[in-house]
């Protein structure tokens, strides 16, 4: 059975069970507490919280899923991937144990024909209910293993819903290992489908990965994952996952730039998959918005393609390996999932880039580690430090593995106990940071829940009114739930209905004023969303005081907000024309929408030339000129899909969306507030374009009173300008330019003039200078030079006492500070004689010290009062030197 036809018999069997197939989420997750996607639950956890209620009690998906803890064993078991589709089941409240059991039994069985003495059954170890429901289905009891918290006990991995579970596994028979069942082997006998009964929430584990359950959640539901790349290696009867339809085209792609076959040696075997199975993984990532980078989900990315192209080399494949794996992806999936396709040209680009940086990369640390090797050697010790091998990794992104592997080679071993403590106190500071922002996040959330779970959530009225009449239902202060919050005091507090926008899509959220029928003001300085659609309001208490059940009137800055319409829709208007003008993998990745400012980020691999930029703002400028009608409408998901419309990366959108269409030329989906027509952004002002990371772009720009206030600044600055140059402004810059040019020359001419003089004055000096034994010396205190130019005067004078042995020392007091300078003729450096030598002592008298090689030396300090005395000690030096 090909791995489409295992998709559509799973959504069939569920839909067909009245689930609503929801779309898979992107890999970049809206809950802040994650990284990536890690399991198909992730977009309903406010669900299982009981935080939305949900459309539906019962869901079915395919989602996308990155985890990168099991990273050491991609190739070295048959089973483990970084990336993998997680077909699952969801129940909301709605059914349980029973018949989460009875649905995996039934589509294994019969919907797979999956034999049914080779299903073993794990359970939790105190889960005598899913024992007995197991039993009761057929499953015979020798085939039920009870484990503990490790196995069969799952969360997301940090705080959140959590339960037992029940794990279906598969014999694939003795070649694959031991009898015994998957306690015993779990490479022979392979999870396939974990259920996962959701009662529980969870907090905050200690290092040994304990956690406390912190109690029920508001009703038991249903999470389960199929694996489809295991499913798949059953059903096609292959060895691995890398050996199914999902990714044999991508391992024969690699196989075919290695020229050789698969699977080759032990370790052959294991660089093969690493390469295949990191290749899907990058595409998907790319794909979904992960750039590259030193931190996040960014340094994930970057590791599985560092760890692919190392495999790659030690399968001997010099050329370059990501760009054509990741197409075979691209070619084999993307009708799977559109877009890859629609990413092709980003994916391309990025694997390219990075490739070749890290090929520069492993050429300079491997630098670095054979000098480290020659010098280990030479010490004749027979380890490599680990500080050196941590430096490689954490600095060049050079692996471990490869720095073992080297040091091996030349018969040394490394520290790698040293090389793992200091990689445990760098993840030890990366994560203390981490968990303060976490902890409060979690804190805030607790408090938004207990409020949230009695409240129904804010009728939004934005769209239409700026004005509205409210009621206050809700009150935070100090991080509590209050029922009164006095004048002075910041607080937060939840509106039956709000014309404020929460902060969403890159808008910043609304301010404004909420003032109360007994005269209570309050200033509302953001609002935003606490949990996902209940909306939070910020404030102080300006005057009197706020109740619980006060009644008043909230009013949006309505400038404000007008500013933040012109703005959202001078985004969408860039996007499209970034797109046009750069190429459609140019796709936003993030931006700010401020009044009259937006910053706005983008996928792209160089600067954007002054002339692009000058494009870009023309056609921007010409979009809002034409007066495009500005259009909001709603469909569901795919119907929208269908008709064009850009999602953006890591928003996350339910089945039923709003659509913003600009003319012809911009539909994206939008939650965000805009005007009624085009021209109403009015002008649109560039700033700056520039990097902000790698293949990461970022755009600033101004529009409508923003973009006139600048202007206004750039006028007066150049009619001052040119009052200066008493031209007028449009002359201002050829007058510019000409005296620019004159200055120029000018300074050329008294350059030259200088520098005769100080030829001259050497000369004289030259001439002054006195015989001792071994040579002549020149010393001179001068009052009218700096230090750059005491320095060439030094060297002026020595030089043109070149015929024998010769010392020049020369002082002055400058700005309020000390300098000497010294020279040396050529024939007493050639006795090894350094110029710094004759002011090391010197420089000390003065508070300073000397620097300098060769034949000319300087030193300075802040004692000018020892300057005298500096000179005569550098004299005495010099007539040491050349008695010797």
């Known amino acids: 059975m090909r791995s489409t036809q295992i998709r559509s018999t799973f959504l069939d069997f569920f839909t067909s069970r009245d689930h609503r197939e929801v779309p898979s989420s992107p890999l970049i997750p809206s809950d802040p507490t994650l990284l990536l996607a890690n399991a198909g639950m992730n977009q309903f956890k406010p669900y299982f919280l009981g935080e939305v209620t949900p459309e539906y009690p019962r869901a079915t998906t395919i989602q996308k899923c990155a985890r990168t803890s099991d990273i050491d064993n991609v190739g070295r078991t048959n089973r483990h991937a970084t990336f993998f589709e997680m077909m699952g089941n969801f129940s909301f409240g709605d059914y349980f144990k029973t018949d989460a ?331 203390t940071g981490g968990k303060a922002k976490t902890a409060d996040a979690l804190r ?42 006095p004048e002075g005091s910041d607080i937060e507090f939840v509106l039956d209905r709000s014309p404020f926008y929460a902060e969403a899509g890159g808008q910043v959220g609304d301010t404004g004023t909420l003032r109360t029928e007994d005269g209570t003001l309050l200033r509302i300085t953001d609002t935003r969303y606490g949990l996902e659609g209940f909306r939070v309001h910020s404030a102080r208490v300006l005057e009197g005081e706020l109740r619980t059940g006060a009644r008043g009137e909230a009013a949006v800055d309505a400038d404000r907000r007008k500013g933040l319409m012109r703005s959202h829709s001078a985004t969408h208007i860039l996007h499209a024309v970034v797109r046009a003008t750069l190429g459609n993998h140019a796709r936003q990745q993030g931006s700010l929408v401020e009044s009259d400012r937006l910053r706005f980020d983008f996928a792209h691999f160089s600067a954007v030339t002054p002339d692009q930029l000058a494009q870009i703002e023309a056609a921007v400028n010409g979009h809002v000129l034409d007066d495009p009608a500005v259009r909001a409408w709603h469909a569901d998901r795919a119907e929208a899909e269908a008709a064009g419309a850009i999602a953006l990366f890591g928003e996350k959108y339910g089945d039923t969306v709003r659509i913003v269409d600009i003319g012809d030329f911009s539909r994206e989906l939008c939650g965000g507030t805009h005007v009624a027509h085009g021209s109403q952004v009015g002008a649109f002002r560039l700033l700056s374009e520039g990097s902000i990371g790698s293949n990461l772009r970022r755009i600033e720009a101004l529009t409508g009173h923003g973009t006139l206030r600048n202007q206004d600044t750039e006028r007066r600055l150049l009619d001052e300008v040119s009052a200066l140059l008493g031209t007028r402004p449009k002359d201002a810059p050829e007058t510019l330019r000409k005296r620019l040019d004159a200055l120029s020359a000018a300074q050329q001419e008294l350059a030259r003039l200088r520098e005769t003089e100080l030829r001259s004055r050497a000369q004289q000096l030259a001439a002054s200078a006195r015989k001792v034994a071994g040579g002549q010396i020149v010393t001179q205190k001068v009052t009218d030079l700096g230090p750059d130019e005491l320095r060439t005067l030094a060297a002026h004078t020595a030089d043109l006492l070149n015929g024998g042995h010769a010392v020049v020392v020369f002082a002055t007091g400058h700005t309020g500070k000390a300098h000497l300078a010294a020279a040396v003729t050529r024939s007493l450096h050639d006795t090894g004689i350094q110029a710094s030598q004759i002011l090391t002592a010197a420089a000390r008298s003065v508070g300073g010290g000397a620097g300098g090689k060769g034949t000319v030396a300087s030193a300075g300090g802040r004692r000018t009062e020892a300057l005298d005395q500096a000179l005569a000690i550098a004299t005495e030096d010099a007539a040491r030197v050349l008695e010797r």
């Open 101 to 431: 059991i009875a649905y995996a039994w039934e589509l294994l069985t019969q919907g797979y024909n999956l034999e049914k003495d080779r299903l073993w059954i794990t359970v939790y170890e105190d889960d005598d209910e899913a024992e007995q429901l197991w039993r009761k289905i057929g499953v015979p009891a020798e085939r039920i293993q009870r484990l503990g918290m490790e196995d069969n006990y799952w969360s997301m991995g940090v705080p959140g819903p959590c339960g037992p579970c029940s794990e279906v596994n598969y014999d694939r028979g003795p070649a694959f290992g031991r009898e015994g069942g998957p306690a015993i082997d779990g490479e022979r006998y392979v999870e396939i489908w974990n259920l996962v009964f959701m009662q529980y929430q969870r907090g905050e584990g200690d290092k040994k990965g304990n956690f406390p359950i912190l109690g029920e959640l508001a009703q038991q539901s249903i999470d389960t994952g199929l694996g489809l790349d295991r499913l798949a290696a059953i059903l096609q009867d292959v060895e691995n996952v890398c050996t199914t339809d999902l990714l044999r085209p991508t391992l024969n792609t690699v196989r075919e730039l290695a020229g050789r076959d698969y699977p080759g040696s032990d370790e052959e075997k294991v660089s093969f998959q690493v390469v295949t199975e990191h290749a899907r993984s990058i595409a998907y990532l790319i794909a979904d918005g992960v750039l590259p980078s030193k931190d996040g989900r960014g340094y994930v990315l970057r590791r599985l393609m560092r760890r692919a192209i190392r495999h790659a080399r030690l399968l001997g494949i010099d050329q370059p390996v990501l760009a054509p794996a990741t197409a075979s992806v691209i070619a084999n999936l993307g009708d799977v999932w559109p877009e890859l396709t629609d990413q092709a040209n980003l994916i391309e680009q990025v694997v390219t880039a990075e490739e070749e940086s890290f090929t520069r990369t492993l050429a300079q640390g491997t630098r670095l580690l054979n000098a480290t090797i020659t010098r280990t050697r030479e010490s004749r010790s027979g380890s490599l430090p680990g500080e050196t091998a941590f430096e490689l990794a954490d600095t060049y992104g050079f692996p471990l593995e490869l720095t073992v592997e080297a040091a091996h080679d030349a018969g040394l071993t490394v520290d790698e106990d040293r090389f793992a403590t200091l990689l445990d106190e760098q993840r030890k500071r990366a994560k």
């Open 444 to 485: 805030r959330q607790d408090t938004y829940r207990e409020l949230s779970a009695h409240l129904p959530r804010t009728d939004f009225l934005g769209y239409e009114h700026l004005t509205a009449e409210v009621t206050v239902l809700g009150l935070i202060s100090g991080g509590a739930v209050t029922t009164s919050a």
